[in-house]
T-cell receptor
Framework: GNSVTQMEGPVTLSEEAFLTINCTYT??????LFWYVQYPGEGLQLLLKATKADDKGSNKGFEATYRKETTSFHLEKGSVQVSDSAVYFC?????????????FGKGTKLSVKP | GAGVSQSPSNKVTEKGKDVELRCDPISGHTALYWYRQSLGQGLEFLIYFQGNSAPDKSGLPSDRFSAERTGGSVSTLTIQRTQQEDSAVYLC?????????????FGSGTQLSVL
């Protein structure tokens, strides 16, 4: 079945450090891929998405490229800020599948220190 | 409303009791989803509604779990005879339509603790 695997946290970085959170997936067909973010005390919200191979999603300085050959969608940011501290979830949806739900990874907690 | 609203935000109950969790989706959103977030786990899909019907109940973990949606709006997730392993954050999300690329809007969740 479809699944998402992302690197386990927590990840602790200093401000202005480079961030990579790895995400790989298993899916039949051609899924859409997402990164959701959950800031402390808030609900999940969409950070970025990519709907086909080689697409790059970007938002708030974060980027992720849909790599079909490596079945990956790694999240990157060149210079993190304290305000980026949150839990990040990689997810996929099965385009054209019978289910309308997203399948999420376990989440990666990021803490950025000043 | 402005966002997805869930109530209560926290619920503490005794093992064996029934609980009801409520979700108010964004007005006009036809699709509604329930997820469960357990400690150290990802988001586990429970059930999906399109309007008032539930075409996908595949994620409900047992027959103690049920959900309904009335008027194409508010949804209630009911857990009967709660067990300690039911302790988790229950998240509700809504979207404009069932399209799989559609952006989901999440509520802040209900933290359920079963003693």
């Amino acid at each position: 079945g479809n699944s998402v695997t992302q690197m386990e946290g927590p990840v602790t970085l200093s401000e202005e450090a480079f961030l990579t959170i790895n995400c790989t997936y298993t899916a039949t067909g051609y899924p859409s891929l997402f990164w959701y973010v959950q800031y402390p005390g808030e609900g999940l919200q969409l950070l970025l998405k990519a709907t086909k191979a080689d697409d790059k999603g970007s938002n708030k300085g974060f980027e992720a490229t849909y790599r079909k050959e490596t079945t990956s969608f790694h999240l990157e940011k060149g210079s993190v800020q304290v305000s980026d501290s949150a839990v990040y979830f990689c997810a996929l949806s099965d385009n054209g599948g019978s289910q309308g739900n997203l399948i999420f990874g376990k989440g990666t907690k990021l803490s950025v220190k000043p | 409303g402005a966002g997805v609203s869930q109530s209560p935000s926290n619920k503490v109950t005794e093992k064996g009791k029934d609980v009801e969790l409520r979700c108010d989706p964004i007005s006009g959103h036809t699709a509604l989803y329930w997820y469960r977030q357990s400690l150290g786990q990802g988001l586990e899909f429970l059930i999906y509604f399109q309007g008032n019907s539930a075409p996908d109940k595949s994620g409900l973990p047992s027959d103690r779990f049920s959900a309904e949606r009335t008027g194409g709006s508010v949804s209630t997730l009911t857990i009967q005879r709660t067990q300690q392993e039911d302790s988790a954050v229950y998240l509700c999300a809504s979207s404009l339509a069932r399209r799989t690329n559609e952006k989901l809007f999440f509520g802040s969740g209900t933290q359920l603790s079963v003693l």
